[in-house]
């Protein structure tokens, strides 16, 4: 026990009488370990951010909408997406909770004066709730205000922030495209952007059958959103809804479809993989410098040994034995990998916090990466610190002395 206290104690020693090559040691196998776990947190917090973005899209929603179909001599012009596909879905889908008509237009929003251009949606009540979109001050309107078609609207955060301010817009009237004036009956809660840098918030919503009475002399939509029983049933749901419009649209079996059927869920899953892969490719790129860390241990050591050449052989011939020496030479590694790994678990922390916060996506720090990071960093620099001991070990005492 005591010679154990003696051999920690004596390799202590000898890394504090020489901190700068000590710390270059340690700086090393810090950086590898810091660079490891940033890199980790970096590629996880963009790929949560990039889903993130996705996601405020919705996830459980298959989206149809009219397309033209590739060029094909045989191909028949496409039929614009309208009431008799939003019922042929209704009446034939097993799979299908509910399904949501979307007519959309470019529109002026007028109020007090002032105007401003946005976009309306003509939709049903589900809508809401098939975007997770939550309404941040009065209500949505309902299943009587889409039958007598009211003049009632929701507006975004973006509308009501540039026409109202800090006043409270419900029950007040807009106008909309010069043209129709509409009571507001909510405030839809802030969405953010989109993916593609489009203001989510600048939005007006109406009853679908007020939209066609009023804003259009055209009741066709702009897509159809459809809402799968559950998850699990999205892919069944887009084969049958694809099923369902080829037959209502008699297409044959060789014509190609003049919709298209898709889902943001596939967009999410591929973005994911994506961001996983890039994230896979950063720890590498990071493990690499883990392993110079380990290279820079074993140098420094190797010129410890040729230093202490004299002291080996001196130790030696008094009668340390091969396992002493080889024990001592390790402690020494042991200690300055331990030290430099505490420093680079805390530098790659401080860096992953200071990078998520100025790109404003999530601090993610896994503990299990930490301390894989942390166990493979002090394993690197054992493995690397063994050669440098077993070849101190194995110094023959004679020709040590006779070095010097």
């Avoid at 919503?205 to 055209?218: F, S």
Wanted: a neutral charge.
């Amino acid at each position: 026990m005591a010679l154990g206290r003696e051999t920690w104690r004596l390799a202590l020693k000898l890394i504090v009488r020489q901190p700068g090559r000590s710390a270059l040691t340690m700086l090393g196998l810090a950086i590898g370990v810091g660079a490891f776990i940033a890199m980790v947190s970096f590629g996880e917090g963009a790929r949560k951010s990039v889903v993130a973005q996705f996601e405020v899209l919705g996830t459980n929603l298959i989206k149809v909408q009219n397309t033209t179909p590739a060029v094909n001599p045989r191909a028949r012009p496409s039929i614009p997406t309208g009431d008799n596909e939003v019922k042929l879905i209704r009446r034939e889908a097993t799979t299908v909770a509910q399904v949501v008509p979307v007519a959309r237009r470019a529109a002026s929003v007028a109020w007090g004066g002032e105007q401003r251009p946005s976009y309306v949606n003509g939709v049903t009540p589900g809508y809401l709730g098939l975007h997770s979109w939550d309404v941040a001050a009065g209500g949505n309107f309902d299943a009587s205000d889409l039958t007598e078609a009211a003049k009632v609207c929701l507006l975004g955060k973006t509308n009501v922030k540039e026409l109202f301010g800090d006043r409270d817009p419900l029950g007040e009237t807009v106008t909309l495209a010069g043209m129709m004036p509409c009571r507001v009956v909510g405030v839809l809660a802030e969405k953010g952007f989109s993916t593609n840098a489009a203001d989510l918030d600048d939005i007006v919503l109406v009853p679908v059958t007020t939209y066609n009475a009023h804003l259009t002399d055209r009741p066709i939509y702009a897509y159809i959103e459809v809402e799968p029983l559950t998850k699990d049933l999205l892919d069944s749901a887009r084969a049958e809804i694809t099923d369902i419009l080829r037959r209502g649209h008699g297409l044959e079996d060789d014509e190609p479809n003049d919709f298209s059927v898709s889902s943001p869920l596939e967009v999410i899953r591929a973005a994911d993989r994506t961001a996983r892969i890039l994230g896979t490719l950063l720890a590498a790129i990071a493990g690499v410098s883990l392993l110079v860390g380990g290279i820079g241990i074993m140098n420094i050591q190797l010129v410890s040994v040729a230093e202490r050449t004299e002291e080996i052989g001196v130790r030696a011939a008094i009668g340390a034995s091969p396992s002493q020496i080889l024990t001592q030479f390790l402690i020494e590694a042991l200690i300055l990998t331990m030290l430099g790994t505490f420093v680079g678990v805390t530098l790659g922390i401080g860096v992953a916090t200071l990078v998520a916060q100025n790109m404003g996506w999530p601090r993610v720090i896994s503990p299990s990466g930490v301390l894989f990071s942390a166990g493979f960093g002090i394993a690197v620099g054992i493995l690397f610190g063994y050669l440098p001991a077993r070849r101190a070990a194995l110094l023959d005492p004679i020709h040590a002395l006779r070095r010097q």
